[in-house]
């Protein structure tokens, strides 16, 4: 099972800030979060993760919580292009058992003009 | 950046039929490599996982086998296939970030 809770579905009006935001109370010390995204049809696309640190790279922002159990990606000016959906997932940072990615339902963004 | 190459894209099988769904890896060496299967509507779920060659993982029970013959060659097989096998099937690449490839659709009727 996914170990962390997303809202199923949410709008955002293009131009603007969208903000996902995304619950992972039981994340443990070496886990990290990460985002990914899923247009329709295509494979994930990787986006970004954090450990403790706010993280900024040219795609979003991810703004971690102090206790790290809640983290919010932001889009901070969503485009037609940015409707997919977004899966946040917790996890080691190596592969192999300890690293593999499960991916919840994540959260459907839906961008409007 | 690595790229993975799936093929075939599409596939429509008869129920009974064997399968074999290919993956290739670009820019990179001796990567973990995954095999996830998503259904309609619902999220991916991780099938198998090798971190080398002739070392694979299963994550779930089913009638599907993964190989890794080469570094960076991923094959998903099976004997036989179920109505349950159609999805979307995913091979990634990496350690925590992924990179994925574009997925083959299978249809088994």
């Known amino acids: 099972d996914a170990k962390t809770t997303q809202p199923p579905s949410m709008d955002c009006a293009e131009g603007r800030a969208a903000n996902l935001p995304c619950n992972h109370s039981?994340?443990?010390?070496?886990?990290?979060v990460y985002w990914y995204r899923q247009i329709h049809s295509q494979g994930p696309q990787y986006i970004i993760h954090?450990?403790?640190n706010n993280e900024t790279n040219e795609m979003a922002s991810l703004i971690i919580t102090e206790d790290r159990k809640s983290s919010t990606l932001i889009l901070p000016h969503a485009t037609l292009r940015d409707t997919a959906v977004y899966y946040c997932?917790?996890?080691?940072?190596?592969?192999?058992?300890?690293?593999?990615?499960?991916f919840g339902k994540g959260t459907k963004l839906s961008v409007k003009p | 950046s690595q790229t993975i190459h799936q093929w075939p894209a599409t596939l429509v099988q008869p129920v009974g039929s064997p399968l074999s769904l290919e993956c290739t890896v670009e820019?990179?060496?001796?990567?973990?490599l995954y095999w996830y299967r998503q259904a309609a509507g619902r999220g991916l779920q991780l099938l198998f996982y090798?971190?080398?060659?002739?070392?694979i993982s299963s994550e779930v029970p089913q009638n599907l086998s993964a190989s890794r013959p080469q570094d960076r060659q991923f094959i998903l097989s099976s004997k036989k296939l179920l109505l349950s096998d159609s999805g979307f099937y995913l091979c990634?690449?990496?350690?925590?970030?992924?990179?994925f490839g574009e997925g083959s659709r299978l249809t088994v009727l």
């Open positions: 990634a690449s990496g350690s925590g970030e992924l990179f």
């Open positions: 039981t994340i443990s010390g070496n886990e990290y």
């Open positions: 954090g450990l403790k």
């Open positions: 997932i917790v996890s080691p940072y190596y592969g192999g058992s300890q690293g593999n990615l499960i």
């Open positions: 820019g990179t060496s001796n990567p973990n």
């Open positions: 090798s971190v080398g060659i002739g070392q």
